[in-house]
């Protein structure tokens, strides 16, 4: 994930801005060696009663701080910039990769990953953050240990070894005991976090259906189950925290003896001098810092690499040149995309993702320009789905479909998504600009029986929140007047007039035959039937059969004698078994 930003494009940048920071950091590190000796001389001077000493070396301190704080901010400045250009470059990759081939609409079906929201907004700022973090940690540390190793080996030569043994034993104990519980312990917490969000996120969507519903009883107890799981995760996690804790506090805090132990017979000799002991203190600790940054980041790196995994799944999944997944890919069976002039379906299968079932079976159809193509069937029999198929959303099944360019097909589902914006960006959706003028795009919203909605919301460039706004009724007539901006040869509707009266549902049609365009249609009013050619009825098992739409009569549905309720009324019971028309 990481190298591609340090290798292509932006490969300038991010190692200028790495060099600045490095540059930095030496600088800092030659302002702490100058700091720590200073304080050592002034100790020095005050056990020595030497006043002239003393503020030479208070003079010494205040000039280097005068230097020593502009950098040390500058460098942090610089840090969290670098880290910031890095997300904007990685998250941008991860977008292209999630939103190119509708890959988005891939992972929601497949459930391959849960939560890729959470991912691309806060783990990918996490990875570029606590990367150059624990990138310059890291380089930081050396840099300490090389400068103050000197200092402390000038000093003492049993102080930096009891230093090096102390460090290695502290870091392979904080590998071995800590590692994987809590790098597991984390990833499991970022999960039920974003499960937990996600509930919340799902009430706030569907309140009105769920208010509706009275359904807040079921709501509290779905949520309530995804916040225990956080709940109870995070005491385990605590849990081991605290023993870690108590191992950094105990391995960090000796620091504190083992100088004044090692110096102590040489001090109290005479053969060192206090401020000489204070300075070996002193480098004693920031080496010690160095060598042990392992184990006071511990808790950190955990969380790091746990959020990593967590990335790393994604991109497996969405970014380019994943070797692994095109070998899965090319294993599974995948409906053939031909282009052609008009649409046709040869000897097409259709079966649900991650499920072996089939709902069409060999299905071969050819649709003439200007043909209206009505699909009816039993619920499930896998409508919808023949839609998703050719509109190249599932590629599950075999067969050939031959189509126009995607643009010219335009689909208009039950629901219409409305996107937060202008009025004017509803009616243009998907596109993001258009070449009709105000008064064209006022002549479309009449002529899909909108006429006073523009002023009524305050005009073409007002912004609301449509889906609360809107009726479903409306938000139909107004996807319908997308269709319209865009002119395309093909429209896919999936009972995209079910809020719709007879008389505007008649009209729509009407609108779209006069066009010329061709239809394919879901619907299960009769009315609709005279606006299209040729009815697809699809059976049970897989099995079909195309009609002529004239004379074509939709099955009653049969209702068993068996199944009325021996309370209803008999006259309820008579309408009951009287088959509608």
Request: with cysteine; net charge neutral; aromatic share 10%.
């Amino acid at each position: 994930m990481a190298k591609p930003y340090w290798l292509e494009e932006e490969k300038k940048t991010a190692w200028g801005l790495l060099m600045l920071l490095v540059v930095l950091m030496l600088v800092e590190t030659k302002f702490a060696v100058m700091l720590n000796n200073q304080a050592g001389e002034m100790t020095s001077a005050l056990a020595g009663k030497d006043a002239d000493r003393f503020w030479k070396s208070v003079r010494a301190c205040l000039f280097v701080l005068a230097f020593a704080v502009p950098i040390y901010a500058f460098y942090y400045y610089m840090r969290d910039l670098f880290a910031n250009k890095w997300r904007r470059w990685l998250t941008g990759r991860f977008l292209d990769g999630y939103l190119k081939g509708r890959k988005y609409y891939e992972l929601g079906t497949e459930g391959e990953i849960d939560n890729p929201d959470q991912r691309i907004s806060e783990d990918i700022n996490s990875f570029t953050g606590r990367s150059i973090h624990f990138l310059l940690i890291f380089l930081g540390s050396f840099m300490q240990l090389v400068a103050f190793s000197a200092v402390l080996w000038s000093i003492s030569h049993l102080l930096v070894g009891v230093l090096a043994v102390y460090a290695l034993m502290g870091t392979v104990v904080a590998l071995w005991v800590f590692g994987n519980p809590l790098i597991h312990l984390n990833f499991a917490q970022l999960r039920r976090e974003a499960d937990f969000r996600f509930s919340l996120m799902r009430l706030r969507e569907n309140a009105e259906s769920i208010a509706f519903y009275r359904g807040e009883k079921q709501e509290r107890a779905h949520i309530d189950s995804k916040f225990n799981k956080v709940i109870e995760n995070f005491a385990r996690l605590i849990k081991k925290q605290r023993a870690l804790n108590l191992f950094q506090r105990a391995f960090s805090r000796l620091d504190l003896v083992l100088p004044s132990v090692i110096l102590a017979e040489a001090v109290l000799s005479g053969r060192l001098e206090v401020g000489r002991a204070i300075a070996a203190a002193g480098a004693f600790t920031a080496v010690l810092s160095a060598v042990g940054v392992i184990v006071d980041n511990f808790e950190s790196l955990s969380r790091f690499v746990a959020g990593i995994d967590r990335l790393q799944a994604l991109s497996n999944l969405v970014l380019p040149n994943i070797a692994t997944k095109q070998v899965v890919d090319d294993k599974q069976a995948r409906i053939e995309r031909r282009p052609a002039e008009q649409l046709s379906l040869e000897s097409l299968t259709v079966y649900p993702p991650q499920s072996a079932r089939v709902l069409i079976k060999e299905l071969t159809l050819d649709l003439k320009p200007g043909d209206a193509l009505l699909i009816t069937g039993d619920s499930g029999c896998g409508k919808s789905s023949l839609l998703r198929a050719i509109a190249g959303l599932w590629n599950n099944g075999s067969g050939v479909i031959h189509h126009p360019p995607l643009t010219d097909l335009f689909f208009l589902p039950q629901q219409p998504y409305l996107q937060a914006g202008t009025l004017r960006s509803q009616l243009i959706y998907p596109s993001a600009h258009s070449d009709l003028s105000d008064e064209q795009l006022a002549d479309i919203l009449e002529t899909v029986h909108l006429p006073q909605l523009a002023e009524r919301v305050g005009g073409l460039d007002a912004v609301h929140d449509w889906e609360k706004l809107l009726s479903v009724g409306e938000q139909q007539r107004l996807a319908f007047g997308r269709v319209l901006v865009h002119a395309p040869s093909i429209v896919i509707l999936d009972e995209a007039t079910s809020a719709l009266d007879s008389g505007n549902e008649a009209s729509l049609y009407a609108l779209l035959r006069e066009r010329g365009t061709t239809l394919i249609s879901i619907a299960h009013r009769g009315a609709v039937l005279r606006h299209h050619t040729h009815v697809l009825s699809l059976k049970a098992e897989g099995g079909w059969q195309v009609h002529d739409a004239v004379g074509f009569e939709f099955e009653a549905p049969v209702v068993s004698a068996a199944k009325i309720d021996a309370r209803s009324p008999p006259a309820q019971q008579a309408r009951q078994v009287v088959p509608a028309g």
